[in-house]
């Protein structure tokens, strides 16, 4: 009424019309006196007409002319008395409440260019087509959301749609049906009844779900009183009623602003579209919560969650308990199996191979086998009865299509689908699953034959590669302990050809913990230690694997799996019906012409033992289950060979959103923990199984790339030990070095040349004794200590040399000759007793024949002036 109202007059003057205003203006209504809508409005816009009226401050001189025209709830009788009404010179229309009616007058508002101010809620009227059209109430759109978002929020999947059988309630139900959908939930039936002949049908009892527009709250609000009978029949039924914010504005009935002179728009507000969740009970109802076109389902006002972020995650959706009818708290399924109805229709495989998983039988059933049993004790389980019929599909002469059977049951031809149903990503597409109740996968079954023992297995165990690097590292570290033992231990010295076959003999003793050679030093003693953990880990694999081969039957396959059928061309055997039949086509790119079609159990050996050359196949794809089945009842004669290459399982089929398999999923699982699906599969499956694959050498072979950690840790291990060593002598002979070298410059200043120490010295240095290295310094120390001494004009003071050295390494010449051993060098000049004449280089000489035994030490001899290195080969 104030959309018209505010057309004409704003504080007494107006908008693009004379100033003479008319003294009377018609405005019509048509309504449902007798309705729910009728008796609430039409007293509200008579009172409002003459509140206006009543004020000359709103439009002056002018007066509203309300004419009002009962519907009476028909099509034809309120399109005739609209058809009246514009016969009237009327500005605008109130009206109607019934969207048929606003569907054809709509159409003569719109030529004769009335503004229809309508309260039909049907969503396909819209602005667009009739621009004329007005709408006064919230759109059904937004209503049909809000009973998709209840069906989601508890879990179901089908609803039944009662409704008005007219263009009203088509238009409504049609979009409730496009609302379902986006919930993956759909209308399973529609009726147009009334609660009364549900309550008849029993409807209104434990089990069942009513969820109503907002024309019953509407009702119930608008009734002084609610019989017993009325409220019994709605016990229990959800109910939306549009939201009106609690606020002042709620009970706020001045039409008139603080100067009185106008209407008071201010108290007019637009809300986003909300309704009140209702649950009846008793003579009333209570709320359960709200929901908004902003944050849909929630226990919190829609106006408090308007000033925050909106979340329609189905995490945020709440409502409080409802007491469903029944007077119970429990959430019904929202379905249930007809007492008098047709059971299940079920197509069950009419199997020819492999009967024990699902066939024809002459029992009442109708099939038999252990797909049927897991079935019926699934059933068992559920809290409903099932009533079920099993159909034979099928000719019984070869195995039926299990694709055919999946599409039909997609196409309803059947209700489910029971029997080895392989779940795959096509037949998901169409059909709901229940939880697999076997697992399965495609694998390869090929001809076999037994590796024989050979006169080289001991060699087996280990790559050639893993052979290679251990005897390399074998000599590395005897090379490496020799190295770190030479200097300061007595096992590893002697001459070269003995310190070779040492070093070889070590290396290879440490395979069997059985070397002799006792390690001295710190970094030899961490490097045998690390060593030997290798060898024994070493030792431990090879023993482990060499058993293995001597003793597990080998056996080998010219098909090493999949990758082997691939690249060849051989024929491949599938088993009638199976699904691998697509897959390889499809999936594998195997050209359709290398596929045999085997029909039955002989069939599968006959193929195979022909082999390819002989009009049979190189192997045969199938499923799992099937394979074990088959090699069990040939004896092991054929055998898997490769790795499961699809891992999938068997479930039951149903039609999409079926309730059912969310059921029966349950009911597996719970057969699976309770040790009853078990029974069932020991029952029809037990056999004897043979060995799962084939267990060729060279998958049994230990590699390199299981010990390449140990062998890296090894030679970091021996590679530092050596640097620590080599760091150590550098640094010994370098003091060797600087402590020998000044005396010879001191001593002879005319004579400033150095001699630059050859690589021979070096390594005559390294393969002295650590004792004798240690004695050496620890002398040359003593004589630094005692060489400033010594007076200016060059003359040397008197002291001690005792020289100590073995007589081995001394180089020794031949005793009868007269050899002589070079002991030291001193000074400067001069003759000796025995008159050896020297000149700058000292040569001492004393006679072989001094010397008892070459054990004998040189000692006790007494040189004055400067201190020198024991020289070899008398240089």
């Not at 006959?606 to 074990?628: F, H, K, R, S, W």
Request: glycine content about 8%; aromatic content about 10%.
């Amino acid at each position: 009424m104030w959309v018209a109202v505010g057309v004409l007059g704003n504080n007494g003057k107006s908008r693009g019309i004379s100033e003479n205003y008319p003294s009377v203006i018609n405005v019509g209504g048509l309504f449902t006196f007798n309705s729910a809508i009728g008796r609430s409005a039409v007293p509200a816009i008579v009172a409002a007409i003459e509140d206006v009226n009543s004020d000359t401050t709103i439009l002056k001189h002018t007066k509203i002319n309300l004419i009002l025209q009962d519907t009476n709830c028909s099509g034809f009788l309120g399109t005739v008395q609209a058809m009246q009404l514009t016969g009237n010179d009327i500005i605008a229309a109130l009206g109607p409440q019934s969207s048929g009616i606003a569907h054809v007058i709509s159409h003569v508002a719109n030529e004769l260019q009335v503004p229809l101010l309508s309260f039909a809620t049907d969503p396909t009227l819209s602005s667009l087509q009739f621009p004329y059209f007005l709408r006064t109430t919230t759109n059904d759109y937004f209503q049909m959301y809000a009973i998709a978002d209840l069906v989601e929020y508890f879990g179901w999947r089908e609803v039944v749609a009662i409704f008005v059988d007219d263009d009203y309630g088509r238009n409504g139900i049609s979009v409730l049906s496009d609302a379902l959908a986006k919930k993956r939930a759909k209308i399973s039936y529609k009726a147009a009844f009334t609660p009364g002949v549900a309550k008849r049908l029993g409807m209104m009892s434990r089990g069942y779900v009513w969820i109503a527009t907002d024309w019953l709250p509407s009702v119930l609000d608008s009734s002084d009183n609610i019989d017993s009978d009325t409220a019994n029949l709605l016990q229990g039924v959800i109910a939306l009623r549009h939201h009106t914010p609690d606020s002042d504005l709620k009970n706020d009935s001045k039409l008139r602003d603080s100067n009185g002179s106008t209407l008071h728009f201010k108290s007019l507000r637009i809300f986003d579209q909300a309704f009140d969740v209702l649950n009846i009970g008793g003579t009333g109802s209570r709320r359960l919560g709200y929901w908004s076109n902003y944050s849909g389902l929630s226990i919190v006002p829609p106006e408090i969650l308007y000033t925050k972020p909106p979340n329609t995650s189905s995490s945020n959706q709440h409502l409080y308990s409802v007491l469903w009818p029944g007077e119970t708290t429990t959430k019904p399924r929202g379905w249930v199996f007809p007492n008098n109805g047709n059971p299940l229709q079920i197509a069950v495989p009419n199997r020819v191979t492999f009967p024990d998983f699902v066939t024809k039988d002459k029992g009442p059933l109708g099939a038999r086998g252990f797909c049927i049993d897991v079935f019926e004790a699934a059933v068992e389980l559920l809290p409903y009865p099932v009533p079920h019929q099993y159909i034979l599909y099928g000719d019984g002469r070869r195995n039926p299509m299990f694709d055919n059977l999946v599409n039909d049951v997609a196409q309803n031809k059947y209700d489910a689908a029971v029997g080895d149903v392989t779940i795959t990503t096509n037949r998901t597409r169409i059909v709901d699953f229940t939880q697999p109740f076997m697992e399965s996968g495609l694998v390869v079954v090929a001809p076999v034959k037994e590796v024989k023992s050979s006169p080289w297995s001991f060699l087996m165990p280990f790559t050639w590669q893993m052979w290679g690097v251990t005897g390399i590292f074998f000599l590395f570290v005897g090379s490496v302990v020799w190295i770190l033992e030479h200097r300061m231990n007595a096992d590893f010295r002697g001459p070269p050809r003995q310190q070779l076959v040492t070093v070889f003999w070590f290396s290879f003793s440490t395979m069997f913990f059985s070397h002799r050679e006792n390690t001295v030093s710190t970094l030899g003693r961490l490097v045998l230690i690390l060593w030997l953990f290798v060898v024994l880990i070493i030792n431990s694999s090879y023993t482990a694997s060499l058993t293995s081969i001597l003793t597990v039957q080998q056996l080998s396959s010219r098909i090493q799996g999949m990758d082997t059928l691939i690249s060849s061309s051989d024929p491949i055997g599938i088993q009638d019906g199976s699904f691998a039949y697509k897959y390889l086509i499809d999936e594998l790119n195997i050209a359709e012409s290398r596929l045999r079609i085997l029909k039955t159990r002989d069939e599968y050996v006959n193929a195979l033992q022909q082999g390819p050359g002989g009009g049979g196949v190189a192997a045969i794809v199938d499923e799992l289950p099937y394979v074990d089945m088959f090699l069990s009842s040939t004896k092991c004669q054929f055998s898997t060979v490769g790795r499961e290459f699809t891992r999938s399982g068997w479930g039951f089929a149903f039609q999409r959103d079926s309730p059912l398999a969310i059921d029966l999923s349950t009911a597996i699982l719970q057969l699976s923990e309770n040790g009853e699906l078990q029974r069932i599969h020991d029952k029809w499956l037990s056999r004897d199984k043979c060995s799962a694959q084939t267990n060729p050498i060279d998958e049994s072979r230990l590699s390199l790339k299981s010990f390449w950690g140990l062998f890296l840790i090894c030679g970091i291990a021996f590679f530092v030990a050596l640097l620590v060593f080599l760091g150590r002598v550098c640094w010994q002979y370098s003091r060797y070095s600087a402590e020998g070298e000044p005396h010879d410059v001191e001593s002879h200043p005319s004579r400033r040349t150095l001699r630059t120490p050859s690589f021979k010295e070096l390594i005559d240095f390294v393969d002295k004794k650590e004792a004798e290295i240690k004695e050496m310094l620890r002398r040359k120390s003593g004589d630094s200590k005692r060489h400033p001494s010594q007076g200016s004009d060059g003359q040397s003071n008197n002291g001690k040399l005792t020289a100590c050295a073995c007589a081995e390494d001394l180089s020794l010449g031949d005793p009868d000759a007269g050899d002589a051993i070079v002991l030291g060098t001193v000074g400067d000049g001069g003759e000796l007793e025995d008159g050896v004449r020297w000149d700058l280089v000292l040569m001492v000489w004393v006679p072989i024949t001094s010397f008892a035994k070459k054990e004998d030490s040189v000692s006790g001899f007494e040189i004055l002036g400067f201190t020198t290195r024991t020289k070899r080969n008398g240089i």
